[in-house]
């Protein structure tokens, strides 16, 4: 099960730690933020860039949430959490299964292969999109990413996932010649 914690953003992997020595080990299997990769065009360059998935959430794997909202409720507020109304929530078991199929073990989530038909149509070879590029409402090429369409956290979100072009075949065409059919 996957709690999730409500912080400020940009201090995700501060306070991972924090709640790391804050949380038994008895409660707590992991800590720790997702993050996606893509790529990104500098000067003319293709480069691997990370970015947080949700800035300002950091997620606890425990078999325990009641205790992990109890152990949290302790800490300082400023240090730790955002509002006073939600300390620690509770993802439902298909968003905890889904962000599973998603990321790895550290809250990576890679970027997706694909190779381009002539005709256009993308087919994944690799990374998370592999087994669900039947959830891809979108591809932009230009900027290399695949938007997906899922409910985490009640309510519906988009999630922007990286895809690196393996190969594209759309230049080619297919050339007839004269008095053949």
């Known amino acids: 099960m996957w709690c999730v914690v409500h912080v400020r953003s940009g201090g995700e992997g501060h306070i991972e730690d924090f709640v790391a020595g804050l949380l038994p080990d008895t409660i707590h299997v992991r800590c720790f933020h997702l993050i996606r990769g893509r790529k990104k065009k500098f000067e003319g360059q293709w480069q691997t860039v990370y970015e947080d998935l949700f800035p300002g959430y950091?997620?606890?794997?425990?078999?325990?949430?009641d205790r992990v909202y109890q152990e949290l409720k302790k800490a300082p507020k400023p240090k730790l959490l955002f509002s006073d109304e939600e300390y620690v929530?509770?993802?439902?078991?298909?968003?905890?299964?889904?962000?599973?199929?998603?990321?790895?073990?550290?809250?990576?989530?890679?970027?997706?292969?694909?190779?381009?038909?002539a005709d256009g149509r993308i087919d994944y070879v690799s990374g998370p999109l592999l087994s669900m590029g039947n959830m891809v409402r979108r591809v932009n090429l230009h900027k290399r990413i695949a938007e997906i369409e899922t409910e985490i956290m009640g309510r519906k979100r988009i999630l922007y996932l990286g895809i690196e072009i393996v190969e594209d075949n759309r230049s080619l065409k297919k050339y007839s010649l004269p008095g053949s059919a």
């Open 58 to 65: 950091v997620f606890i794997e425990t078999d325990e949430p």
């Open 89 to 117: 929530s509770t993802l439902e078991k298909h968003e905890s299964d889904f962000m599973e199929r998603l990321a790895d073990r550290n809250g990576r989530i890679g970027i997706s292969k694909v190779n381009i038909g």
